[in-house]
């Protein structure tokens, strides 16, 4: 994974230059959120897909 740094400089890269700060705002704020993803599953893991499914189908059973 990139630096943080780099991350921005890089997403900065691909907004037109007429983006205004809440795009910008926007951006950060997901990848922020990817970022914090990523992290969480290299530190406790995933749900294996069978089980996701499972519970995927009890949420739009109900």
């Known amino acids: 994974m990139q630096t943080a740094k780099q991350d921005v400089e890089r997403m900065l890269g691909q907004l037109p230059d007429d983006a205004t700060l809440d795009d ?7 990848l ?3 970022r ?3 992290r ?6 995933g749900i294996p ?3 996701l499914k499972e519970q995927a189908r009890q949420w739009f059973t109900k």
């Open 24 to 30: 910008i705002e926007y951006h950060l704020y997901v």
């Open 49 to 51: 897909q069978e089980e």
């Open 40 to 45: 969480s599953y290299q530190e406790e893991g």
């Open 32 to 34: 922020k959120k990817v």
């Open 36 to 38: 914090n993803g990523i």
